[in-house]
């Protein structure tokens, strides 16, 4: 059932102006598409074709052990050295490849040397504490450069990152560093958020004593206070730059295309986080054509994606991509709203931002403030604006398209997920718009929404989304585990050999695609993805909880939160202490995004015979609506 369901499609129209699509770089994007399903490998071959490779590919797509596809096969590349190394052979060198901005106001410029020497300087570290081609490292950091160095110094040495989300706690980063194995992990001592220090070094010493396999874990030193150094474990970044071993050059490692470039932990249906696992082939030429086509990167643009680097979204639009294209990208450390609602918009004002991608749920929150924080600063070098994580209703998005692009600026809707490692549905700035649809595939992806046989739905009618071929960015395995990447993804249309997505969709008659939301146990909280099983599991390991049960409900900025159901063990009482008590648990056991929004102690859940909660039956309830088909409720 799906979590979230949004108005109906409207059939609203918004066109680019003339000069969006004289200067767009994909002007016809029927051609294009057309051009990619005459010739697939043959199209991917000529956009990888743009990047530099150590040794070409004897096959562009192996699917003879599908859904196992290998791409770019024999290659060898590093795509650290398509990030970095080619650039500082050219005028590039001098460019600004990050500009960054911390909460309190300090600020930092990175230009493409600059960043070069940063990641070869602290490669060669990880090299000195014997970071070696394969092993795991686990960075668990706040939004900034050193966040960025970490993960390309690790791609340079062939090493495979896991960046966990600054917001988890100590619990999920030590169950991320167990599965990786990782022996090193890097993180700060704090970081800055509403002006607050968020404590991320207590996390890291709580998490390394549940998971003891970390050896060495380099600090750093971002917010300045107390924290606890262990001697022979715990290492400051900035002595470890400072050693002679931090030389300011080192060659990108020959890595095969397939070579893992990293994990990154989502949640799926069950209470344990899946490792989808990118390489450095594909990936890097699926996250680089996609920027290009969608948000149209030229070499005078000033690029912020405001998403944390901790997600797909961060790692493909503010590290990946951006950097292989050669831009300017932004990095913002903090709180949008800190210490006022114009903070976003001063940013977009002082660097002369020209295209802003962000996420629903930011832009509802910053809706809320009112139209004057925006309309005090010059918002004039906007051109292109972008959306993802949820579906974006459509009053939102006229905000958005009015009050911050004075309806000069498209929006540009992308539709993925952590497992494509790039924009899947997207439009590109040249064709027309509707609010709410992420429009049409990209050029080289296949979508269709079929019913639950394959057979493909009409206009209008729900079904499943799902992707009919592979594409270069799509993630390989889950990490450790590759007969759930099987069961997850491929199973459900095994005969066809399609993915499954876990959202439901819908077309219209133009062909657009309506993303109404997730169809599986997953809810969205704020953009972040949330398995209902995991929260559970959280609260059923508090000594008061015999079982739980969870359901997303619609939230006017969230998207959606969480209400939680518990019974608790014989005898016991609830209270509001025990209230506090349990959020404060999840707090610990998953992070402050998985805190439930309400909880309420019941004395039974609704059950199927087989013993499955019925978890649409909580959501009809709490929901008013009707309860539907009840004929598989155990009495
Ligand atoms: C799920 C994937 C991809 C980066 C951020 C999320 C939802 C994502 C959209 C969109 C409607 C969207 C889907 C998807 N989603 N973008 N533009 N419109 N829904 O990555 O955490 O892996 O979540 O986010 O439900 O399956 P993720």
């Given at each position: 059932m799906a979590q979230e369901t949004f108005a109906p499609p409207v059939s609203e129209w918004y066109y680019p102006s003339d000069s969006v699509k004289e200067n767009a770089i994909v002007r016809d994007y029927e051609s294009l598409y057309a051009e990619a399903q005459g010739d697939l490998e043959g199209f991917w071959a000529r956009?990888?074709?743009?990047?530099?490779?150590?040794?070409?590919?004897?096959?562009?797509?192996?699917?003879?052990?599908?859904?196992?596809y290998k791409w770019f096969v024999g290659a060898k590349t590093n795509i650290a050295y398509n990030a970095l190394d080619r650039h500082i052979k050219t005028w590039r060198r001098n460019k600004l490849a990050l500009v960054w901005e911390g909460e309190p106001g300090d600020k930092q410029t990175f230009s493409y040397w600059r960043l070069w020497r940063e990641v070869n300087k602290f490669a060669n570290v990880l090299k000195g504490m014997g970071v070696r081609k394969g092993d795991r490292v686990t960075v668990y950091m706040g939004r900034v450069p050193e966040l960025v160095i970490a993960m390309l110094a690790c791609a340079k040495i062939g090493a495979v990152h896991s960046v966990v989300y600054g917001g988890f706690s100590e619990h999920a980063l030590a169950d991320r560093i167990e599965d990786a194995q990782s022996r090193v992990l890097i993180t700060c001592d704090g970081a800055w958020l509403r002006g607050n220090i968020v404590r991320l070094k207590d996390v890291v010493d709580e998490a390394v004593r549940r998971s003891p396999i970390v050896e060495t874990v380099i600090v750093v030193k971002r917010t300045a206070h107390d924290i606890a150094m262990e001697q022979g474990r715990d290492y400051w970044y900035h002595d470890l730059m400072a050693l002679p071993i931090a030389n300011g050059n080192c060659e990108s490692v020959e890595m095969d295309a397939e070579d893992p470039l990293f994990i990154l932990y989502t949640s799926g249906t069950t209470g344990k986080p899946k490792g989808i696992l990118h390489t450095h082939g594909g990936y890097q030429v699926y996250t680089s054509a996609t920027l290009e086509w969608v948000f149209d990167l030229k070499d005078e643009d000033r690029w912020w994606c405001a998403?944390?680097?901790?997600w797909i979204t961060g790692h493909s639009y503010i590290v990946y991509g951006p950097l292989i294209l050669g831009a300017t990208s932004i990095l913002y450390e903090g709180a949008p709203n800190q210490p006022y609602p114009n903070r976003w918009w001063?940013?977009?004002?002082e660097y002369g931002v020209t295209v802003l991608y962000t996420a629903p749920t930011a832009i509802r929150g910053l809706m809320r403030f009112g139209d004057a924080w925006p309309n005090r600063h010059d918002l004039s070098s906007l051109r292109l604006l972008g959306s993802v994580g949820e579906p974006i209703n459509p009053e939102a998005w006229r905000w958005f398209y009015k009050v911050i692009g004075k309806e000069r600026c498209p929006i540009m809707d992308t539709w993925w997920q952590t497992e494509t490692g790039g924009f899947m549905i997207s439009p590109v700035p040249s064709v027309g718009l509707k609010p709410g649809s992420a429009t049409r595939p990209i050029p080289g992806v296949e979508v269709d929404v079929v019913d639950d046989?394959?057979?493909?739905?009409?206009?209008?009618?729900?079904?499943n989304l799902v992707i009919k071929q592979p594409w270069p960015g799509m993630l390989r395995t889950v990490y450790k585990d590759p007969d759930r990447f099987v069961k997850q993804y491929w199973t459900t249309y095994q005969d066809q050999g399609w993915y499954i997505t876990g959202d439901s969709a819908r077309k219209d008659d133009d062909g657009y695609f309506w993303i109404i939301g997730r169809n599986d146990d997953v809810i969205k909280v704020s953009g972040y993805r949330l398995g209902t099983a995991?929260?559970?599991s959280g609260l059923v390991s508090h000594p008061a909880v015999a079982e739980a049960a969870v359901i997303g409900m619609p939230d006017e900025v969230r998207g959606s939160v969480i209400y939680a159901y518990c019974i608790l063990k014989a005898g016991l009482e609830g209270s509001d202490a025990l209230l506090d008590e349990l959020k404060n648990h999840i707090r610990h056991e998953i992070g402050p995004i998985a805190v439930p929004a309400r909880i309420e102690f019941v004395p039974q859940l609704p059950k199927t015979r087989s013993g499955k909660i019925m978890r649409r039956v909580l959501k009809a309830r709490a929901t008013g609506q009707p309860e539907g088909d009840l004929s598989t409720l155990e009495e």
């Open positions: 956009q990888a074709e743009k990047l530099d490779w150590f040794a070409p590919w004897e096959k562009v797509l192996d699917a003879s052990e599908a859904p196992f998403a944390d680097p901790g001063k940013i977009v004002e046989h394959g057979v493909p739905c009409p206009p209008g009618v729900d079904g995991e929260v559970e």
